[in-house]
C-alpha cells in the first residue's frame, strides 16, 4: 500500500555552508545542478562571498526560484549553490529512492501542484520549503519506488 505523507515528513532542509572550495553549481531544467561553468552564460558572482554557498551532495535536491522551470533541480555531484536557494535531503536515509523522487519532483503534475504554494516573484514564482512541506505525496516503500 502506498502512503500518503507530507513532505516535510520525507525531506528536511540543509544549509551546509563553508565549503568556498567546491565547485560552484547551478540549476539546469534537463540536467539538474550542473557546474555553473557549463551553463554557457556568463554568470558573475563574487569568489569572496562563496564561503556563504550551501553544498549540495549527490542525491539531494534543491528549490530554486524558477518555478515556471518546476522549480526543483536534483543533484548528482557535488558542490556548492547559492544561499537563496533551499538544499533538500531524506529525513531517513535508506527509506527512499533517488530516481523515485527525482521522477515525481520534475514532473508535470508535480510543476502543476506547485501552483498552490508559490507566490509571484519578476521572473517566476517563488517557492518556499514551508509552503512546499505541506503538499502530499503517496509515496511506497522503497523497494517498490
Known sequence: ?????????IFKTISDKGHPDLTVLSASQEHGMIPRNDVGVDIKYDKKNTANYKRVKP?????????FQGGFAWSEIEGITSPAYTVLDYKETGKYSFDFW????TS?????????VTYGIRDGRSISFS?????KFSSPEIREQ
Open 1 to 9: 500500500a502506498w502512503e500518503l505523507r507530507r513532505a516535510d515528513e
Open 59 to 67: 542525491e539531494q535536491f534543491v528549490i530554486h526560484l524558477r518555478s
Open 102 to 105: 527525482k521522477e515525481v519532483l
Open 108 to 116: 508535470p503534475n508535480f510543476i502543476k501542484r506547485l501552483e498552490s
Open 131 to 135: 509552503d512546499f512541506s505541506t503538499l
